[in-house]
Nanobody, 123 residues
Framework: QVQLVESGGGLVQAGGSLRLSCAAS????????MGWFRQAPGKEREFVAA???????NYADSVRGRFTISRDNAKNTVSLQMNSLKPEDTAVYFC?????????????????WGQGTQVTVSS
């Protein structure tokens, strides 16, 4: 069983930055694919970024070039650095873990989820 706890959300003005962190339990964290998803009110949960096989990363087109996903396997953490934030980035952001270690982009591929952290970007 893996438990994920997100932190770092908040209110920021457009153009600002936030850094989200996710602390994970479990001894096999380093082998998991870790992802960030977000869900805005009335919308489906959508992929934001994923990291797997140590250094492989991918991003949604809407955040590529502005967001950076990283992980620290020694500390069992994964982070999402969000720069140049836009009002349309406003959502609840979720950390997720996929034990397969493969490239994973859809919510169904992830077995473990955090409780989410709110990010609000004002215009």
């Amino acid at each position: 069983q893996v438990q994920l706890v997100e932190s770092g959300g908040g209110l920021v003005q457009a153009g600002g930055s936030l850094r989200l962190s996710c602390a994970a339990s479990g001894r096999t964290f380093s082998s998991y694919t870790m992802g960030w998803f977000r869900q805005a009110p009335g919308k489906e949960r959508e992929f934001v970024a994923a990291i797997w096989s140590g250094i492989m990363r991918n991003y949604a087109d809407s955040v590529r070039g502005r967001f950076t996903i990283s992980r620290d396997n020694a500390k069992n953490t994964v982070s999402l650095q969000m720069n140049s934030l836009k009002p349309e980035d406003t959502a609840v952001y979720f950390c997720a873990a996929d034990p397969s270690g493969r490239r994973s982009y859809t919510p169904d591929e992830y077995d473990y989820w955090g409780q989410g952290t709110q990010v609000t970007v004002s215009s």
